[in-house]
């Protein structure tokens, strides 16, 4: 589960998806607090996750795609080559193992104020985003753009920190499963979200007045 869980963390890095990586930290540091914090950040919890969201230009959907400065690279590809491609195990193996080397390099400076390149979401898996410091990337729906921007030292932080948790979840996780298995039928409970709903059941806008 752990290896996983640090093999997910990285793609996400690979794919300039900070915000994704982020949200994961705050989930694994929130199962790590325990079970018995559950329930009493359920009614707040996904307010402050698109609080958190909105300060990575990843997550802030754009719906007009003009809206985003237009493609422009000092370096394009070469006529008839394209950069999108399906590797083979051997090449996914080798972007694998030049990803993260990949990721602390300077950036381009034109990539700051022109994305590299625009990408379908069909398209946008982490061998092709690790080429790019910048790109716009569409949603699964085709309703909404994004843009992604390589950003080295975040990368470096978020790396630090993903070692650091995921390491934390394999010396911990025993000793954390058996709360969770002990604290199953409390947290569980019918009188447990009863706890956690009354706020919206009780009283004349929730109950049966």
């Known amino acids: 589960m752990v290896r996983e869980s640090f093999n997910h963390q990285i793609k996400h890095l690979a794919s300039l998806q900070y915000s994704t990586a982020e949200l994961r930290h705050l989930a694994m540091e929130d199962v790590l607090r325990g079970p018995h914090v ?5 009614a707040t919890k996904l307010g402050d996750i698109n609080a958190f969201r909105k300060q990575f230009s ?3 959907l754009v719906a007009d795609r003009d809206d985003l400065p237009p493609v422009r690279r000092k370096k394009p590809p070469k006529k008839g080559k394209a950069d999108i491609e399906i590797p083979g195990r ?7 193992g030049l990803a993260p080397l990949r990721q602390l390099r300077p ?27 910048s790109a716009v ?33 394999h010396v911990g996780w025993p000793a ?19 706890t956690t709903f009354a706020p919206w059941t009780d009283g004349p806008a929730g109950g049966d007045e």
């Open 38 to 42: 559950l329930h009493g950040e359920l």
């Open 58 to 60: 990843d997550a802030q």
């Open 90 to 96: 051997l090449s996914t193996l080798i972007a694998a």
């Open 107 to 133: 950036v381009r400076e034109m990539s700051r104020t022109y994305p590299e390149t625009e990408l379908t979401a069909m398209d946008a898996a982490w061998f092709n985003l690790m080429k790019y410091d």
């Open 137 to 169: 990337v569409s949603m699964n729906d085709g309703s909404s753009v994004a843009l992604y921007q390589r950003d080295p030292a975040h990368y470096r932080d978020l790396l630090r920190r993903t070692i650091d948790i995921h390491r934390r979840f």
């Open 176 to 194: 954390l499963a058996q709360q969770y298995r002990d604290a199953l039928p409390e947290i569980t409970s019918p009188e447990a979200w009863d």
